[in-house]
C-alpha cells in the first residue's frame, strides 16, 4: 500500500483560487452579447473548482477530495477552453460579416479574455495531467511525467525536493499562448504536444484575427 501524502507535501492550492479569480474578473468586462452562459455562470464555476481544493487541504480524507478535485478540475479546464473556442468562433463570424457589434473596443476586450481563458483553460488541464495530478508526481519515481522542466535538469540549482507546481504550468501555457512553442520546456509525450498545438493554434488566431483587427478598427 502506497504511503499516503503528507500535509507538508502537499501542493498549496491558492494560487490555482487567484488565477480563477482574476479570470472571474477579466470575464466581467466583457460584452454581454459575447457571454455565452449568464453574467452568475462563472461565480458558480469558481465555486465547483473551489469546493474540492478546500477539501483537499482542510479534509482528513484526502485521497477521497483528490480524486474528485481531479474530476472536477479536469472538466472545468475543458470547459473553459471550449468557451473560449466557441467565443472566439462567434467573434471571427462577426468580423467576416462585419457585424455592427464587432466594434473595436469590443473585439479587443473580448480577444483578451478570450486568450486569458485559454491560458487558464490550458494551465489546469497540464497540472492536472501531468504525472497523474499534483498528488502524483509528489510520489517520487512512480510516475511518467508528460513534460520535462529545465529545473529537472538542473537539480543542483534547485531545493533537493523540487517539483513542479501551478506556476510552473501557468508559465507554460502563457509561454505557448506568446511564443506558440516550447521555452524551456520540452513536451515528452504525444498527448502533450498536441495539447500544445491546440493551445498554439486558439491563441494564434484570437491575435492574429481578432486581436489585430480590433487594433486596425480603434486606429482607423
Partial sequence: MSNPIQVEQMEPRWPVAIALLVLLALVAVMPDHYRLLPSWAPFAVAAMACLPMAGVARSARRSHWLRIEGVVLKLIAVFIILSAAVVLAVLI?????????????????SSVVVWA???????????????????????????????????????????????????????LAFSTATAFSTTDTLPLTVRAKLLMMLEALISMVTLVVVASRAINVLGS
Avoid: H, K
Fill in 93 to 109: 463570424r462577426d468580423i467576416i460579416l462585419s457585424s455592427p457589434q464587432a466594434s473595436g473596443l469590443e473585439l479587443l476586450t
Fill in 117 to 171: 481563458c485559454n491560458v487558464l483553460g490550458f494551465s489546469l488541464l497540464y497540472w492536472q495531467v501531468d504525472g497523474d495530478g499534483p498528488e502524483g508526481r509528489m510520489q517520487t519515481g512512480t510516475c511518467r511525467t508528460d513534460w520535462l522542466f529545465a529545473q529537472a535538469t538542473a537539480l543542483e540549482r534547485v531545493p533537493p525536493d523540487w517539483q513542479s507546481t501551478f506556476a510552473d504550468y501557468l508559465f
